[in-house]
């Protein structure tokens, strides 16, 4: 069964940036970097549940809006001496559309 | 001149030559001094082999003492000479070259030996150790045709070869057989965060890796590890440890365990010879750093000289990496046991660890990682045992926010005297600051010279400084050269230029010009450039929301669960009661639990959504209200007092004067906060002595003070001048604004750029020179009216319609 759920384009994000889609199981930033590759994590801080959705986005990184942690975008791992994991969903682009799985 | 004894060296290294000095400098007459050396040098600073081998310095730049120096002093020194026999009974050396002396004191000296694992293949060519000019020589000359190097060993010792050799253009492997780098100096947190920071230099690492055998035939092709694994390496760097050098004493049937056995007056065995450095064990301890040597040094001179006092009775050491761009500290036991404790401050985005353990209320340890500014405090702490109870709370924030309200210096300024500041050479603060006002000195330089403090390893170099400074007010400029962050080499000041000069005009612009490192910053120099391009050219650049922090973006600011708070602006502190309506209304209808009064004169709605905010927005600015920048790097509050309008004791319209400066400056971005106040008389009940510019009003005019700060640390206001009409308030206001906006770095408040660049220099340009001051207010003004600056965010975001889509989910997925 294909699961996948288009849930906008990429327009709708701006570069380095994220929106968020909310879904039964909690919400869900979907990021844009400088080289339009997108990603999906639960918008949760491995740390103290801070909204990953509303950081800085670099590279494959996202910094947390509340006290700072790098979390890598590619494996939702946060980086450096800290340790923690916000979960990864799978996304896919394709053209212009954006697709997100919930079951992997 | 005939009946001077003889004093015989052997070893020219730092612990003899430092004796040798000491020695002069008490009794110069007593002596004949010989000096044997194997090295064909003078003496030089084997510390800074380092940077030497990371292209930073030259041999010239590390020489201590070159060889006029010993013709000079009179001393006879024989380079290129190795000590081979002693003969005790007729008291005379003799060397591998056929030359002799007699003595009367003989001080050996002889440093020690890098350690090399007896693995197969450990005397290929190719296999080199860190030590000596020599050994540097080798890896120079390497490093011109070869590419791999393996580095054995993750010690200070191994990384700093690493680090030099990378920075020679190397590609550079650390073998290490510990769970992390310099496990004997750092914990495995900060071991993990060194461990990245040289990562992202281009270091590679094989931790846990035992090496079993250098392969290659008749020169390194690689390394074989325990687990059979192999890595290709031209050239491999033995960097595992230090053995005493005791051949020569052992050979004379000296006692020695693993050093040289010598009393607390650094004498040996035998009454006649002493010996200091590295090859001593004394009390059962061996050092590998210099500060003890010197310590050693200054005894044992003092028994030579037949002083008779001085005892060394062993060294607490800490230890610095000399990387550039890393800083980090370590002292004492920072692993604690079961009756320590550990107080912790981390901040993996800025890079910043710091560690202090405790027990029975002293500090028995720490480590820093990012930030060592507090590294001499803590360590003189330890030294002392001092017991810190009470300061427990403010320990972690450092020594400069040590309970001094008022005027605050920087961090030297509260040092006692006594504090260490060079470690290696032991020497505090009271000496420099003696030596500079004594001596009257005014460089770097000239303290290394008469105080030696930071003359070895360097890394008290900016505490120096800031001594320098201290003592010297404006008649001193350091010269800075902290990046901006792990992004770019540059500084602010650099950067800030680059923008001006080039006329850069977007972010992308300027990480090409300057090249940047990583393509697109990070989250530390994104938002300073954004202000930086904004501030100066703001009819040119627009803004990015994607470079600034969430509240900027969202003009509100986040709270710990995500939600918003919002806080209109009340004009001067002053609100009515259709403003109180709305709010009141608002927060019925969006059942807000808190609304607070701030420290700043409003009122702040607690709980609100992202979503909601348009919403909040539409409904509070419907009733007149606007945004209170509450959540920038901005103009934030004004406070005022009654002042003349109702208080028996008011001399001028505070209230009037207050709203004014509001409106003129509201929407200002800035490189931090700014908070004004405004008080009717010297009672100064709007606080404006604790203001980044506050008013002070009195029966002939107004004062007008500048750089207070009443958070992490109070620091009073410095007055600036006093005017007689409200026009030159705002006139003054926007000119010390606009100075601060386009000169102080970002995220430095009023209060620490003043203490940098001195109240004289904002005088000099707000103050004496008028025609600086009406450009700086008319640049102040222009940028007011330039990038929407002075409209309201949340109308347009609300009623306008701006940016809905920050606002909005992407998607609901039911
Ligand atoms: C809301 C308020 C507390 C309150 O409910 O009273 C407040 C709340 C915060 N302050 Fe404050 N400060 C508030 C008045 C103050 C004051 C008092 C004043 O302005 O007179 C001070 C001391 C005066 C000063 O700044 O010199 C103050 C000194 C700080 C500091 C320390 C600044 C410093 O330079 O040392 C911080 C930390 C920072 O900025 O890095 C801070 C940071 C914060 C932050 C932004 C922390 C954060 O990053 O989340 C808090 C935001 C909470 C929020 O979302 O509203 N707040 N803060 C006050 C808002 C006033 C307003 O109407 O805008
Ligand atoms: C690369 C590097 C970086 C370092 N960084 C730091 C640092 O940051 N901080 C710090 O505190 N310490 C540091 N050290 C350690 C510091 O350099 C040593 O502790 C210090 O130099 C030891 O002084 P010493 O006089 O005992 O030995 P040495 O300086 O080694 O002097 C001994 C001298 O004696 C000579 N000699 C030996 N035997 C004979 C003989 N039989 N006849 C004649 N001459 C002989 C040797 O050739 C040598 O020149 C570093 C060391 C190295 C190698
Ligand atoms: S004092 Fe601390 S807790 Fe209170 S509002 Fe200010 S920053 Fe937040
Ligand atoms: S919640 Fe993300 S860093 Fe604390």
Redesign the interface.
Known sequence: MSSW?E??QIK??????A??????QG?IA?FR??QNEIFALRDKCPH????LS??????KTV?C??????ISLENGE?????SGCSGVYAVKLEGEKIFLN?NK | MANKEKLVVVGNGMAGMRTVEELLQIAPDKFDITVFGSEPYGNYNRILLSPVLAGEKTINDIMLNDVQWYTDNHITLHTGETVTEIDRKNCIVKTDKGTSARYDRLLIATGSNPFIIPIPGHDLPGVITFRDIHDVDLMLEAAQTKKHAVVIGGGLLGLEAANGLMKQGMSVTVVHLMDWLMERQMDEVSGAMLKKSLSEKGMQFMLRASTKEVVGKGKVEGVKFADGTTLAADIVVMAVGIRPNIDLAKKIGLHCERGIVVNDTMQTYDPKIYSVGECVQHRGQTYGLVAPLFEMAKVCANHLAAYGIGMYRGSVTSTKLKVTGIDLFSAGNFTGDEHSEDIVVRDAGRGIYKKVVLKDGRIIGSVLYGDTVDGAWYFQLMREQTNVTDIRDKLMFGQAHLGDSGHGGNVVANMSDATEICGCNGVCKGTIVNAITSKGLFTLEDVRLHTKASSSCGSCTGLVEQILETVLGGDYSAPEAKPMCGCTEHTHEVVREAIRKQKLTSIPAVMSALKWKNADGCSSCRPALNYYLLSTWPKEVSDDPQSRFINERAHANIQKDGTYSVIPRMWGGMTTPNELRAIADVADEYKLETVHVTGGQRIGLYGIKKQELPDVWKKLNDRGLVSGHAYGKALRTVKTCVGKEWCRFGTQDSTAIGIKLEQLTWGSWMPHKFKMAASGCPRNCAEATIKDFGVVCVDSGYELHVGGNGGIKVRATDLLCKVETEAEVLEYAAAFIQLYREEARYLDRTAPWIERVGLSYVKENVVDNAEKRKQLAERFKISQQENETQDDPWLMRSTEGRDQDQFKPLKVIA
Request: hydrophobic share 35%.
């Open positions: 759920i849930v906008g709708d994000i701006p570069p380095l940036g929106r968020v889609v909310q879904t039964g919400d979907i970097n400088s103290k549940g801070g909204p509303q950081g800085i986005v670099s590279g910094t809006p509340l006290h700072n942690w790098k946060a980086m450096g001496p800290d919930l």
